[in-house]
């Protein structure tokens, strides 16, 4: 006989395949969705309680119909998955027993039951917020270092932008150019956000790109010798000015092209600078590098500790709220990295 | 008393910075110009006889107003420069003596005195055209051999795609890719051009890309398992295609967007596949690594020589017809790559 522990898990539920902007309303709370919190016997699953879940840029692309194998859709009418930090409750895989702490891939619902845990980091350092494994010490935290530091090869003094520079990855990047001794100026869309990059998180310099009528004029301001890294975010127009100011042998490391993910957009002029200052652009998925996560734990507990890197989040409160705080992130309302509390513990 | 040999010195001369498509008549034949063929005492130059001239495609970026500091652009009412073979008449440079054969940047003009002899190859082999320095042997040689190998890293089985692939240097990526293993498609815009490519040239297939309607559909007919090695010669929609069809983890070597040149175009879409895909775009410029040339040389050589590379030329004679043939370049009408001869020896 196995044992039965029947409750109700509510979801937030994909409706249907996403065009253009998404809206709250291609999400809907299901509440009479449930769980047995005991995983049937044999299983190598993990059932898992989800803690917070994380809102990132790159599952608008999962909302859409595949158009190729390299991106899975998200499956309309099942609930939305992302990263998140979850607390084991029952695991049938060698790896996890019940009250582990773990940081992946998992679903917008109160519970989930993870049929690859294999893919799951187990927690190790707790006197931390554990809210951080959904940022700073998870996916974009890892995407943060390995663009700059594996994908750019940054060196001392070279001149350093970033796009949505006071989002989860983009803050991160830019404390990483001080700490490597660049120079580093970022774009944000409001007053608020260009604050925290200056005060914050002690960028160089910071402009509000919805106030500038040029891109261009306003790259040659703050880049008056050129831009020798760039790390991508957004895409678009600013990628095209960015191609302008860019030095000799500059490095464009490309990890989201928020600007893109919601229209086709018009495409991107100035191609021609990559021959002309023989430019490289990166494209990378961090997953591929997942290896060197302990790695960066090395270098960014401490940090973190001793105060070095400062980090912000925007903090949701329920699963409920978790469709607006998806939305927001397209239209630029997330101050810092967006995470939503499903549950503290 | 310094020695007189003063002679007339024909010139073909910018007459303005270009907008747009170049013209036969952007370009004027100067007969009134003379020059002394004996270079003045203490003179570190050395004077030539230019015997054959390289029309490439670059030169259309030198024919407009230059936008910065790292492309030079030629000068309205002086002799345009580019890539060509002279024999040496006079030298005041150690390097160099009266009657060796060099190739490198010199005039559009019968004579030229060359005040950066140092920028200059002597040419050690003559049992080959001498009019192969303008390319296989020359710039664009050690462009294909750099991009291909230096750059995009080939290896065996992968999947080629070389666009403008009859050119000086397309031609030779297609035969570097198949000697490398690889499978190998062209395209080019004539009927008589695909067919060089397949016969000839021995690419696996060929295209003419003005007949695809579906440039996306084309490329997918041709690579069933897509790119994984583009050798980027044009840009524009052609690129917009094929970063649909990129493989995961491809390269992209962007040594001429000729498309570009003469009309900054509509952009380019489709840049998200750089992220899906993990693609890496590398601009470069060839002459970063003529350090390389040496080393190329040892390779091509015996390739010319035992008949396992072909190359063809487009040669029209005369300095006269050196305009048309430049302006033939951006409308595709070279078959093969496209040199002037200026005089046999």
Known sequence: MEQQQVINNKQIVLKDYVNGFP?????ILNTSATINLKLPQGSNAVLVKNLYISCDPYMRGRMSKSQGSYVDSFTPGSPIVGYGVAKVLDSGHSKFKSGDLVWGITGWEEYSVITNPETLFKIQHTDVPLSYYTGILGMPGMTAYVGFYEICGPKKGEYVFVSAASGAVGQLVGQFAKLAGCYVVGSAGTKEKVDLLKNKFEFDEAFNYKEEQDLDAALKRYFPEGIDIYFENVGGKMLEAVLLNMRLNGRISACGMISQYNEQGEGVR???????????????IVSDYYHLYPKYMEMIIPLIKQGTISYIEDVAEGLESAPAALVGLFSGKNVGKQVVVVARE
């Open 23 to 27: 809206k709250e309303s291609d999400m």
């Open 270 to 284: 100035n191609l021609f600078h990559i021959i002309a200052k023989r430019l490289r652009i990166q494209g990378f």
